[in-house]
């Protein structure tokens, strides 16, 4: 009698054991290559307006943003460079410093919990104004790079993205954009964009 505990296993000869490697092979090599090949279709999220008078599809609304004309050191070159940014990236949006209905300008509050906020009015499906604000309080003890990241942020609300998770600029907070190593708009930002505009 042997001992219940014992498990005994029957190995399949070479042959079975050659056409089960190949189809575990093809069946890994499939899941891999779905995994990567996938694309993420609607994983932005979208405020619900957007500008008008910009094209429907294809390339580029034109988008006045007018800077206030006092900033704390600092905040107005972030602001700038992450327009630049929009601009730079494949984004079917171009942020012109003009005369507009989307301004930005920074404040200094201590009694608030945000660096960086968005408001906004819309009418129908479309944006009335939107004002763009940094908060020194906290953006004056940033690096260059994530201040940038909070005004690109703040910029992709204004065009009408919503925050989404993830490594992406539309994260709600700024220190998953900084351990991202995030200041500007990625895929997933720029397709959001590229679906409104």
């Known amino acids: ?9 029957q190995f399949a000869g070479r042959t079975t054991l050659r056409r089960a490697g190949r189809l575990i092979f093809m069946a890994l090599t499939f899941a891999i290559l779905t995994m990567f090949s996938a694309t993420s279709a609607l994983a932005y999220n979208l405020e619900g307006p957007k500008w008008s008078g910009t094209p429907s599809s294809g390339c580029c609304a034109h988008i006045g943003v007018q800077y ?6 600092g905040d107005q070159s972030a602001m700038d460079a992450a327009v ?17 209905a989307l301004t930005v300008d920074d404040t200094y509050d201590s009694g608030v919990g945000w660096d960086g906020i968005t408001y906004y009015g819309w009418s129908g499906s479309h944006f ?12 004056g003890g940033y690096p260059a790079s994530v201040v940038k990241g909070v005004a690109a942020h703040e910029l992709g609300h204004a065009i009408g993205l919503a925050h989404n998770g993830g490594c992406v600029l539309m994260t709600p907070n700024t220190p998953t954009r900084r351990s991202c190593g995030i200041s500007g708009p ?12």
């Open 84 to 100: 630049s940014a929009w601009n730079g990236s494949p984004a079917n949006v171009l942020l012109e410093k003009r005369s507009g």
């Open 1 to 9: 009698m042997g001992n219940p505990s014992v498990i005994h296993f």
């Open 186 to 197: 990625v895929g997933d930002d720029v397709n959001g964009v590229n679906r409104l505009y």
């Open 68 to 73: 206030s004309t006092a900033w704390f050191t």
């Open 128 to 139: 009335t104004y939107a004002h763009v604000y940094l908060n020194y309080y906290y953006t």
